[in-house]
């Protein structure tokens, strides 16, 4: 089945530093999905990339599309202490068809801790 | 306030009982799914449903079930067969089909039901 890996696993900075982290499919994917969970919540979408070499920015945060469609990346500008969480990637699976029905891949995801 | 909302927040049970999850949405989605969570692990899909009354299994279906009623509703019960039901369970929804924002791909998450079977 698909698979997503993100990379860091973790990643421990100083207020005020950017961060960057990645993910990667071991197949095409037309969408890149975002989140970010605070600890004992849900997660919560942060950008939507729906076309290849799309830059997409929320505040702060700017989200990329690869080119090769199979991967996608994060960055954070400025980091704040509430930009602590766990970061994941996720991407919609295929039916034998290749049409997607909701069934989104999630990758294990990159655990943010930001030090004031 | 739209949103999906997931009682009760915590849960304990005994072995071998079985245990119904709750899941209700008001943001008149058509699509809705439950997630499993393990500690340091992502999230692995275990069903959903695209339309009332109609619902499939996802990668890790065994030891559950799930209804849909309601276009509202998708109650997951987490039955005596589930080896190893300790785990926090995430319900999310989405518009469906045709719909603006995303169709199936944009999910909102509630907020989660965390589950301890003692």
């Known amino acids: 089945g698909q698979q997503l890996n993100q990379s860091p696993q973790s990643m421990f900075i100083q207020e005020g530093e950017d961060v960057s982290m990645n993910c990667t499919s071991s197949?095409?994917?037309?969408?890149w999905l975002w989140y970010k969970q605070d600890p004992g919540e849900g997660p919560v979408l942060l950008i939507a990339?729906?076309?290849?070499?799309e830059l997409t920015s929320n505040g702060r945060l700017t989200a990329q599309f690869g080119i090769t469609r199979k991967d996608s990346f994060l960055n954070i500008s400025a980091s704040i202490p509430s930009d602590v969480g766990i970061y994941f990637c996720?991407?919609?699976?295929?039916?034998?068809?290749?049409?997607?029905?909701?069934?989104?891949?999630f990758g294990q995801g990159t655990i943010l801790t930001v030090h004031p | 306030d739209g949103g999906i909302t997931q009682s009760p927040k915590y849960l304990f049970r005994k072995e071998g009982q079985n245990v119904t999850l709750s899941c209700e949405q008001n943001?008149?989605?058509?699509?809705m799914y439950w997630y499993r969570q393990d500690p340091g692990q992502g999230l692995r899909l275990i069903y959903y449903?695209?339309?009332?009354?109609?619902?499939q299994k996802g990668d890790i279906a065994e030891g559950y079930s799930v209804s849909r009623e309601k276009k509202e509703s998708f109650p997951l019960t987490v039955t005596s067969a589930q080896k190893n039901p300790t785990a926090f369970y995430l319900c999310?929804?989405?518009?469906?089909?045709?719909?603006?924002?995303?169709?199936?791909?944009?999910?909102?998450f509630g907020p989660g039901t965390r589950l301890t079977v003692l």
């Open positions: 999310a929804s989405s518009p469906g089909p045709g719909r603006l924002a995303g169709g199936y791909n944009e999910q909102f």
């Open positions: 197949s095409i994917f037309n969408t």
């Open positions: 990339l729906y076309k290849a070499g």
């Open positions: 996720a991407g919609p699976g295929s039916n034998a068809g290749g049409t997607s029905y909701g069934k989104l891949t």
């Open positions: 943001l008149n989605h058509d699509a």
């Open positions: 449903s695209q339309i009332v009354n109609d619902f």
